[in-house]
């Protein structure tokens, strides 16, 4: 699980270059990244096929998280999973007909497991501003509950580059409500002048999604 969530962190974030077309060295591995998006509608829902949504079903005492075939890579087997589950404390991992793997895990572990996603998106913005790729970028940050995302820039107007970081953020905010089960009102970054405070962009899950809503029925 912490290979998928480290993966998709990092597909996210070449989807949005890949978008504005700059740099980035996945082609297949988009999938994933794209599939979480979509998986941000909800806690139920299902992957039929193997590679749809994440599918989180909270229960009493445990956790259950079907993961697509997607995200699990080729190779994968019931042996490896099963041996992955007895080192990383999961209760059982099952590897479905149609590649999906279903992981099965306590109330606590999967607290866990999303304390570690949001230190693992800290991180990845953070980066984004040590890189050195994206120059006009000062910081970046996230609230605590990961629904509005704000990168300070030193500049009055964005470049092609950094507007497009802001997909990235909606997939890996996407991602990490996937994997929580809770589906957010809202998903917002906001560019904001580092010297002024003024907010001089914001886009939103909502947006993108109105906005493809409109280009489906045009």
């Known amino acids: 699980m912490r290979k998928v969530l480290s993966l998709t962190l990092a597909l996210a974030m070449v989807l949005s270059l890949s978008s504005c077309g700059g740099q980035n060295g996945g082609t297949a591995s988009s999938t994933p990244a794209a599939s979480t998006a979509d998986g941000s509608a909800g806690a139920d829902a299902s992957s039929s096929d193997g590679s749809g949504m994440v599918e989180v079903d909270s229960g009493l005492f445990n956790v259950t998280i079907t993961v697509p075939a997607t995200f699990m890579g080729e190779g994968a087997t019931q042996e490896s999973l099963d041996a992955t589950a007895k080192e990383e404390g999961y ?25 570690e996603l949001r230190q693992q998106i800290n991180d990845s913005l953070e980066e984004m501003t040590s890189s050195g790729n994206y120059p006009d970028v000062v910081s970046a940050s996230v609230n605590k509950d990961i629904t509005q995302f704000t990168i300070e820039v030193n500049t009055e107007e964005l470049s092609m580059e950094t507007a497009f970081l802001s997909l990235g953020c909606i ?48």
Request: net charge negative.
């Open 91 to 115: 209760k059982s991992i099952t590897l479905n007909e149609d590649g999906s793997a279903t992981y099965v895990m306590t109330k606590a572990k999967h607290k866990e497991m999303m304390d």
């Open 171 to 218: 997939i890996i905010g996407g991602m990490y409500h996937a994997f929580n089960g809770v589906e957010p009102d809202d998903i917002i970054i906001q560019y904001v002048n580092a010297e002024t405070g003024e907010v001089i962009e914001e886009s939103s899950l909502k947006a993108l999604e109105e906005s493809n809503g409109e280009d489906s029925s045009t």
